[in-house]
């Protein structure tokens, strides 16, 4: 099946740092992928569609200067979380659909960040 | 903003019992997905089911829509340990790139 790879699992940084966190898809062409952010024990927050060649879609009240998207080919979208604060501590999460618009999502499978 | 609405937000059963999941939604949708979350890992599809179908099996699953209540129901049959983890529906409204949007997800334990 389509797996999707998303890199690094965990990353620890100290306030004021940027991190980026990958998401590949290595076996089919994602023209979309999306970011969401998850907070323990609740759901998943879409934060932004990410569109390859484009500029990313960002969810109301997600900070785009913030969280900086690039989907700069068919199977990479990065997720930059600039100038990192303890309350960016989160479980990110992507997906990807490598198929028409209402197949299933598959996920990366996360990254853990916490800022010191 | 979330649409989906689970119930119950944690299931707690023994091996061999069946487990019923509901999500309630508010606005339209195409189809509605079911995730299964392991604990700190991504999530992963289980099944999903159009809009005009009511009814849906894979394997031990079994999902039903009803989209004139909004509502779907995930149930697991004859369940394992193995199956312990956080379940969520996801409603696709349509838009053109597929977004989906997920409930707040029910926490299943599975006791040996």
């Known amino acids: 099946g389509a797996v999707v790879s998303q890199h690094p699992s965990r990353v620890i940084c100290k306030s004021g740092t940027s991190v980026k966190i990958e998401c590949r898809s290595l076996?089919?062409?994602?023209?979309?992928m999306f970011w969401y952010r998850q907070f323990p024990k609740q759901s998943l927050m879409l934060m932004a569609t990410?569109?390859?060649?484009?500029?990313?879609?960002?969810e109301q009240g997600v900070e785009k200067d913030k969280f900086l998207i690039n989907h700069a080919s068919l199977t990479l979208s990065t997720l930059t979380v600039t100038s990192a604060h303890p309350e960016d501590s989160s479980f990110y999460i992507c997906s990807a659909r490598g198929g028409v618009s209402n197949s299933p999502l598959h996920f990366g499978n996360g990254t853990r960040l916490t800022v010191t | 903003s979330q649409q989906g609405e689970e119930d119950p937000q944690a299931l707690s059963i023994q091996e061999g019992e069946n487990a019923t999941m509901n999500c309630s939604y508010k606005?339209?949708?195409?189809?509605l997905q079911w995730y299964r979350q392991n604990s700190g890992r991504g999530l992963v599809h289980l099944i999903l089911i159009r809009s005009n179908e009511r009814e849906k099996h894979s394997g031990r699953l079994r999902v039903t829509l009803d989209t004139s209540k909004k509502s779907s129901s995930l149930l697991i049959t004859a369940s394992r340990a193995a199956d312990t983890a956080s379940y969520f529906c996801?409603?696709?409204?349509?838009?053109?790139?597929?977004?989906?949007?997920f409930g707040q997800g029910t926490i299943l334990t599975v006791h040996p």
């Open positions: 076996d089919f062409q994602a023209t979309t």
């Open positions: 990410s569109n390859e060649g484009s500029k990313a879609t960002y």
């Open positions: 606005t339209s949708i195409n189809n």
């Open positions: 996801a409603t696709d409204g349509g838009t053109s790139y597929g977004k989906l949007t």
